[in-house]
T-cell receptor
Framework: DTGVSQDPRHKITKRGQNVTFRCDPI?????LYWYRQTLGQGPEFLTY????????KSRLLSDRFSAERPKGSFSTLEIQRTEQGDSAMYLC???????????FGPGTRLTVT | DQQVKQNSPSLSVQEGRISILNCDYT??????FLWYKKYPAEGPTFLIS?????DKNEDGRFTVFLNKSAKHLSLHIVPSQPGDSAVYFC???????????FGTGTSLTVIP
């Protein structure tokens, strides 16, 4: 079963450090999404790609957040100069173009100390 | 603004009984709705969906009902099983492939 995978599963970093997360979508899925989930909340949309094109990024939380999907396969989400408020679960999902169903990975739990 | 709301943070049900989870939305442009199930330390798992052209969709023990005029949907689980204990999220979208708007989740506990 080649579901959505994310790496690392957990990341602890000190405030001010940069972190990068990776997401590998289901292989035939051409859309890839990043969400953030904080305690007691549902996932909150950040950005998404169709193939290598980033179609929506206005919901990225600040200019410290950036995402790439250079070859239309895996994607990375980078947070620069992390702050304690960035501590959250970062979820990646993928889907087929034209389909509503999004399939989620296990998430990366970020803790900023 | 919270466009999708789940007003019950938690629900406890006896095994074998019906679990009813509710969800309300405000955006009349939403035309597709999903329920996701989430266990701790895992990502959400797709459970069941419904298009706005339907008012009911059933899959085994799970049934989702949509009332467009009330902007309300519900998930029924019958019979409830201990393995159903998880957090359930309602999500809505307006176009295929667009972002989903999620509710805050309802934590279901099925008591054996």
């Amino acid at each position: 079963d080649t579901g959505v995978s994310q790496d690392p599963r957990h990341k602890i970093t000190k405030r001010g450090q940069n972190v990068t997360f990776r997401c590998d979508p289901i292989s035939e899925h051409n859309r890839l999404y990043w969400y953030r989930q904080t305690l007691g909340q549902g996932p909150e949309f950040l950005t998404y790609f169709q193939n290598e094109a980033q179609l929506e990024k206005s919901r990225l939380l600040s200019d410290r957040f950036s995402a790439e999907r250079p070859k239309g396969s895996f994607s990375t989400l980078e947070i620069q100069r992390t702050e304690q408020g960035d501590s959250a679960m970062y979820l990646c999902a993928s889907s087929l173009y034209g389909s509503y169903e999004q399939y989620f990975g296990p998430g990366t739990r970020l803790t900023v100390t | 603004d919270q466009q999708v709301k789940q007003n019950s943070p938690s629900l406890s049900v006896q095994e074998g009984r019906i679990s009813i989870l509710n969800c309300d939305y405000t955006n009349s442009m939403f035309d597709y709705f999903l329920w996701y199930k989430k266990y701790p330390a895992e990502g959400p798992t797709f459970l069941i969906s419904i298009s706005s052209i339907k008012d009911k969709n059933e899959d085994g023990r799970f049934t989702v009902f949509l009332n467009k005029s009330a902007k309300h949907l519900s998930l029924h689980i019958v019979p409830s099983q201990p393995g159903d204990s998880a957090v359930y999220f309602c999500a809505a979208s307006d176009l295929p492939g667009n972002q989903f708007y999620f509710g805050t989740g309802t934590s279901l506990t099925v008591i054996p």
